[in-house]
C-alpha cells in the first residue's frame, strides 16, 4: 500500500510538472506531453535525489551528470518533430530519461553513452521498463552510428564546440539535428539543424548550459 501511494505521489507531480512547466511556456505537440506523463522521471534519478525530480531544475545522476530539467527535455524532444515512423538517435543517454521520452514517440530509438557507469545504468532502468525498442552502446557519441544511420532526428544531450559533421552527415533529407554549442565556461545556444534536398538550414533557438561533450569532440 505504501508504495502503491508513493507513485500515485509521483504520478501527479508528473501531471503538474507537465502543466506547469511545459504547457505554460508553450509545449504544444501532443506527443510530446503524452510522453512527459508517462515516463517515471523519478526512477532514472538516484533515490538520494528523487524528491526533486520533477521541480523545474537539472538533477544529478551521478558521475558529475544531471537530467535536464523537464523543459528543456521537452523543448529538444519537440523541435525534432518525430512521429512513431521516425528513427532517432541520441547522443549522451545519461540516466536514460531521455531516451524514454524519445521511444515514446518514436520508432526506434539509437542512444550512445560515453561513462560505463551510467551506460549501465541506463540499460538497467529502460529494460526495468520495458523499453524494448531501444539500443544502446557505449562509446563516442561524437562518432554517431553509421551503421544505422540515415536518422529522421539526432539530439545531442552534451555541448560541443562546434556542429559535428559526423552527426550532419548522418541525417536523412529532412532530419533534424538539435544540440547545445558553445564552450564550458562561455556562451551555449542551442541550435536546431535541418537537412534539405540542397543542403543545411540552421537556426539558433535560445541559450542554454549543458556539460561539455567529451571524446572527438575536443580534438
Same mark, same amino acid.
Request: net charge negative; with cysteine.
Given at each position: ?23 505554460? $511556456?508553450? +509545449? ?8 512527459? $506523463? ?22 544529478? +545522476? ?51 553513452? $560515453? ?11 529502460? &529494460? ?15 562518432? &554517431? ?20 559533421? $559526423? ?47 567529451? &571524446?572527438?569532440?575536443?580534438?
Amino acid at each position: 500500500m505504501a508504495d502503491r501511494t508513493k507513485e500515485e505521489k509521483y504520478a501527479l507531480l508528473r501531471s503538474r510538472m507537465v502543466d506547469e512547466q511545459l504547457v505554460r $511556456r508553450g +509545449i504544444s505537440d501532443p506527443g510530446v506531453l503524452a510522453a512527459m $506523463r508517462a515516463v517515471p522521471r523519478h526512477l532514472f534519478i538516484p533515490e538520494k535525489y528523487r524528491a526533486d525530480a520533477y521541480r523545474d531544475s537539472p538533477v544529478p +545522476i551521478g558521475s558529475g551528470q544531471t537530467i535536464s530539467q523537464p523543459y528543456i527535455v521537452a523543448s529538444m524532444t519537440e523541435e525534432l518533430a518525430l512521429d512513431h515512423a521516425s528513427t532517432v538517435l541520441e547522443i549522451g543517454t545519461g540516466c536514460g530519461y531521455q531516451t524514454a521520452v524519445l521511444a515514446e514517440i518514436a520508432g526506434r530509438v539509437y542512444s550512445i553513452e $560515453r561513462l560505463p557507469d551510467l551506460h549501465e545504468l541506463a540499460c538497467a532502468t529502460l &529494460g526495468l521498463l520495458r523499453y524494448d525498442r531501444v539500443n544502446l552502446r557505449l562509446g563516442d557519441g561524437y562518432r &554517431g552510428w553509421a551503421e544505422e544511420a540515415p536518422f529522421d532526428g539526432i539530439i545531442v544531450t552534451a555541448a560541443a564546440p562546434r556542429i559535428p559533421e $559526423r552527426l550532419t552527415g548522418q541525417l536523412s533529407v529532412g532530419g533534424r539535428l538539435i544540440l547545445p554549442v558553445g564552450s564550458e565556461f562561455g556562451r551555449q545556444e542551442l541550435v536546431l539543424i535541418e537537412r534539405t534536398a540542397t543542403g543545411l538550414v540552421e537556426k539558433v533557438l535560445y541559450e542554454v548550459r549543458f556539460v561539455p561533450m567529451q &571524446g572527438d569532440s575536443q580534438a
